[in-house]
């Protein structure tokens, strides 16, 4: 029995190493008894290395770790950024592998290569691949940040490249040609007046006709997700064991945030998930001089970490996103943006279902909602917005079997599929919806799961506007870049999926696009004629005032379900109201649009924090429940 820990069944399962490296801790009072007993009993809790937990949760400087695990294991303390590790080496290792399990061969003297890690029980576990490789080794000790920043000057530049092009050419926009788009946009336009010259009457009758088409199908679709999602049955898989628990790495990229940084860390902070199992990555750019000088003046705990992405081709989050993701530690890769305030439990909600899912799900979904919907009239409509999308609308996709548009944030995706995808596509201004439609089409699932996430609603028209559009040109060349091949796209979903898609993004583009169409309808109850009283038959302009009037009713339900779902009834109201919202919208689409043909990979960043000023978002879930996991499977 070891005297400095309390509990015997403890102290008898600690290996020799732990011994030394509590002990010198303890001597030198960088630890005191309680500190020691609580950090033996965790590390065996979860199965993970002393070192882990001392730097995760008790926050010690990792060079003092690293002293002591090299006094422990006489071996010696190498900073790789100083005394830079032979490239050949890592070459013949692999730079991704170094990352991934906590190793670096660093350099080759007397016929023996010295291998640098942040851990002694890695360099073990990596020990019978690296002695294949190099023949005889030896262990040297290293801190995780020289490691990692060993590996980012060395392989950034190549790691920067793949972030870039690791989508296939096939299946990625990033050879979207936008002269070309211009000319075809231009040649649609002199098509389309032409033949209004020519045949006024028949160009005005294929437009309502398709309006209609696309009204009746994206009714039908909304009717369905509120069936569907009335005979939800409820799903809550057991708790996970604490040493089955994954490692989790959540991705959160920055760019000039400096107006919430203040909150970041106060609602990371709220976690529960151990913080050993826990790496939380802020993925900033190079240039960001202003988020780089906010954390330069930050103290950021052992479990949080910033990533610097080299400059590139395009800028954008998903970009941003790849890079990052050798880098990361866990199994599962989870993304936040900069302004959510996830729920506390929500990783652990995270890996009970993942746990519970079969390997055909792929991606868990969780549910957003606005921390200032009180702001304003525009933050109200779109709390309301996205109480239907996420409560109503993506629950019933995943239940009828259909393509999930994924959302931006509080996604968890198993990291071994999302390496097999390619990850995200670098050139995409909606990367989200386009990653749900490439896991669909390899024939996974995506669940949504009863976790909740509180953002920042925009809350000024112009910047709406923006945001909008970017998300609608997104739409738009996803629908493009996926129906290059409409016989494979089909052959790859299946035809019930593959109508679905059109719906979804053909039939969410047209909606927007033609709105001004359905607008003049409201016209009638006011007593002015309509001009399409003149173009079509008396039947075919009632039947299509009337499906209006239906959609928009059903549209109404589906908001207050959607309400009543998120404890926000009390907003039904300002329901009454969307009508006089969406009319941004069409602005959004037709400026996305012409950006296709203008600047198809800008990335119009949405400024955070302005209207924060004095309000605290809140970091717990709301009294109400949250809607039950449900998938397609």
């Known amino acids: 029995m ?21 002990q010198s801790l303890l001597a030198r009072h960088l630890l005191d008894q309680g500190q020691a007993d609580r950090a033996a009993a965790a590390a065996l809790r979860l199965d993970v290395p002393l070192s882990d937990i001392l730097l995760r949760d008790y926050n010690l400087p990792s060079r003092t770790i690293a002293r002591y695990l090299a006094k422990a294991h006489g071996a010696q303390v190498v900073d790789p950024t100083r005394r830079p590790a032979d490239a050949t080496l890592i070459a013949r290792w692999g730079a991704r592998d170094c990352l991934r ?56 530049p190549i790691f920067a490249a793949d972030a870039e092009t690791c989508v296939p050419a096939t299946e990625s926009c990033r050879t979207w040609d936008a002269a070309r788009a211009a000319r075809l946009a231009l040649a649609m336009a002199v098509a389309i007046m032409a033949c209004a010259v020519l045949d006024l009457g028949a160009l005005i009758i294929a437009v309502t006709l398709w309006a209609m088409v696309v009204l009746i199908a994206t009714t039908l679709l909304k009717a369905a997700a509120v069936i569907i999602g009335m005979r939800a049955r409820a799903h809550d898989p057991r708790p996970v064991a604490e040493a089955d628990l994954p490692v989790i790495t959540m991705l959160i990229p920055l760019y000039r945030e400096t107006a919430i940084a ?3 860390l106060v609602r990371l902070a709220a976690l529960r998930y151990p913080r050993a199992l826990l790496d939380v990555c802020l993925v900033l750019e190079q240039d960001d001089a202003t988020t780089r000088a906010t954390l330069a003046r930050t103290q950021l705990p052992g479990w949080i970490r910033a990533i610097i992405v080299p400059p590139g081709q395009v800028k954008t989050k998903p970009r941003a996103l790849n890079y990052a993701l050798p880098f990361a530690r866990g199994s599962i890769i989870g993304v936040w943006d900069a302004e959510d305030a996830p729920a506390p439990d929500q990783l652990h909600v995270v890996a009970r279902h993942f746990a519970a899912a079969g390997a055909h799900v792929a991606c868990l979904q969780g549910v957003l909602d606005y921390y200032n919907a009180g702001t304003n009239w ?13 409560r109503v609308v993506l629950p019933g996709l995943a239940r009828l079997g259909l393509v999930v548009p994924l959302g931006g944030t509080t996604l968890f995706f198993r990291r071994s599929v999302l390496e097999t995808l390619g990850a995200w ?55 493009g870049v996926h129906m290059r091949s409409p016989v494979r796209l089909l052959r790859d979903l299946g035809l019930w999926q593959f109508i679905g898609v059109q719906v979804l993004f053909l039939g969410t583009l047209s909606l927007f696009a033609l709105m001004p169409l359905f607008w003049s309808l409201w016209l009638i109850p006011l007593g002015v004629a309509h001009p399409l009283h003149g173009w079509l038959s008396a039947g075919a302009f009632w039947a299509m005032t009337y499906a209006f009037i239906a959609a928009e009713a059903l549209a109404l339900l589906v908001n207050l379900v ?24 069409t602005l959004a689409a037709y400026r996305g649009l012409a950006e296709l043909a203008t600047r198809p990979f800008y990335w119009d960043k949405t400024a955070h924090g302005v209207v924060l000023t004095g309000l605290k978002p809140p970091a717990n879930l709301p009294p109400r429940p949250l809607p039950h996991p449900v998938s397609a499977a």
């Open 378 to 390: 525009l933050t109200r409509c779109f709390t309301i917005e996205y109480a239907a999308w996420f």
């Open 562 to 585: 959607g309400l009543h779902k998120a404890g926000r009834l009390r907003l039904w109201g300002w329901a009454l109201t969307l009508p006089a919202y969406f009319p941004l919208g």
């Open 262 to 264: 203040s909150h970041l």
């Open 101 to 156: 399990r906590g190793v670096l061969p660093w350099r080759a003297a007397q016929g023996t290569v010295t291998v640098l890690t942040t851990c002694p029980t890695r360099f073990a576990a990596a020990r019978p691949d690296l002695e294949q490789v190099f023949g005889r080794i030896r262990m040297a000790i290293t801190t995780e940040a020289k490691l990692t920043d060993a590996i980012a000057t060395l392989h950034g």
């Open 2 to 22: 070891l005297d400095f820990i309390t509990d015997s069944a403890v102290a008898a399962r600690l290996t020799d190493t732990d011994v030394a490296l509590l």
């Open 425 to 479: 596509d670098a050139h995409n201004v909606t990367e989200d919806a386009d990653l749900g439609l490439r896991l669909a089409r390899r024939g996974y699932v995506t669940a949504l799961i009863p976790t909740l996430t509180m953002e920042e609603a925009n809350g000024r028209a112009w910047p709406w506007v923006k945001q909008r559009a970017r998300w609608l040109k997104g739409y738009a060349i996803t629908y």
